[in-house]
């Protein structure tokens, strides 16, 4: 295969992918004139979501899963002074609402089968704290790049010591684990809906619970805490975090091709694996028995931090976006005095590793001439 240098337009790490219908459901908004923070679009959205996830679970639509966090942080009763444990190897978002709470984090490092939160260090970290006199008052656990955390073994943790876990499921929309959806595992699951998400309203998330008190809870939260009364009353502390019905009408139209979108994610991981998988310097994270990845982003390891470096430079030149796994938070300049337990997993992992494009609207063509290319820094 020769590798065509004439310019090529850029090919995006995970871009958006409209469905068809979200613009009629936006036009619907304008021609009612719900164009406000509440509407028929915010209630369709959210029963699309619970329909989806688990028609058990409550979803109160949020204007971003950053939002949802600190909401669900707070509704499990986190504050000033409190200790969080939260999975190092994620995104800044899992972590950012603890320090909007005042509380403390405590990050606990990976394991190895789906490069989330280690059960091992997590159990070793709260006993840790315990043993200090600070026992964590919640677990965010995150189902990184579409990858389902160890569900069964996190769960009797968090019911052993009877600490509840915040599901970070922003990147795991349509993954499962042994047919059961992320979202409806931890005491609330939170969901994100920011344009490079596997489905997008452009900016959005939502908070997923069993518990339909911590729905009704959020969405008094995130409306500015308004009591029942004629006038402006407020006896708590509230937000300006609802989702607006313009958005929602994006999120319902995209709701309708969520499995598609899925499918299409899971086509361009199975080409990247097909056509690399073979090379010995190149690995991928495959799914253990019972898990089910959406696979929002293919991510590969390589043999060296200076080899990744190499693809991603021969990549950036022929116009296409990569990205560096994520730096753990504990190697974070703005997290790197609070506790951690690690063992070098995301370390390594961030060292050596690369997401690749992986939106369901790549063409083809381009995957293959990303493989062709990633072939030329290897052979
Ligand atoms: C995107 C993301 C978030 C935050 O969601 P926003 O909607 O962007 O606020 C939180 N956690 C993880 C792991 C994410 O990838």
Redesign the pocket.
């Given at each position: 295969m020769s590798l065509n240098t004439s310019i090529r337009s850029k090919v995006w790490l995970s871009s958006p992918h409209m469905g068809g219908n979200e613009q009629s459901y936006v036009k619907e908004a304008f021609d009612t004139n719900w164009v406000a923070p509440l509407g028929p679009n915010v209630d369709q959205f959210e029963k699309a979501i619970e329909n989806f996830i688990d028609n058990n679970v409550y979803a109160a639509a949020l204007s971003?899963?950053?939002a949802a966090?600190h909401l669900a942080l707070e509704l499990l009763g986190v504050s000033r002074g409190d200790e969080v444990i939260c999975q190092s190897f994620?995104?800044s978002?899992?972590a950012n609402p603890i320090m909007y709470l005042g509380a403390t984090p405590v990050f606990v490092d990976s394991e190895k089968d789906t490069w989330n939160i280690s059960p091992e260090l997590l159990k070793q970290a709260i006993e840790s704290r315990i043993a200090n006199g600070k026992k964590p008052k919640a677990i965010v656990a995150?189902h990184?790049y579409g990858m389902p955390y160890k569900i069964a073994e996190i769960k009797e943790i968090s019911e052993y010591y009877d600490i509840p876990v915040v599901e970070?499921s922003?990147?795991a929309l349509g993954s499962s684990y042994n047919g059961v959806n992320c979202g409806s595992f931890g005491a609330i699951g939170i969901l994100?809906?920011?344009g490079n998400?596997i489905i997008t309203t452009s900016g959005g998330?939502a908070l997923v619970s069993k518990n339909e008190d911590y729905k009704k809870r959020a969405v008094f939260l995130a409306t500015q805490a308004r009591d029942e009364a004629p006038h402006y009353q407020h006896s708590a502390v509230g937000y300006n975090y609802r989702m607006s019905n313009i958005l929602a009408g994006i999120g319902r139209g995209q709701m309708e091709v969520l499995q598609d979108r899925v499918n299409a994610r899971r086509f361009v991981y199975q080409t990247y694996f097909d056509q690399l998988s073979h090379l010995k310097e190149i690995e991928f994270l495959q799914e253990p028995t019972g898990y089910y990845s959406n696979r929002w982003l293919t991510c590969i390891l390589t043999p060296s931090f200076e080899t990744r470096e190499e693809i991603r430079n021969v990549l950036l030149e022929h116009n296409i976006e990569s990205r560096p796994l994520w730096k753990p938070m504990h190697l974070q300049p703005v997290f790197e005095k609070y506790i951690n337990f690690s063992n070098g997993t995301s370390e390594d992992l961030f060292n050596r590793g690369l997401c690749l494009p992986s939106g369901s609207n790549l063409n083809i063509e381009d995957v293959n001439y990303i493989i062709a290319l990633i072939k030329t820094v290897i052979s």
């Open positions: 971003s899963g950053t966090i994620t995104f978002a899992s995150v990184l970070d922003a990147e994100s809906f920011n998400k998330g």
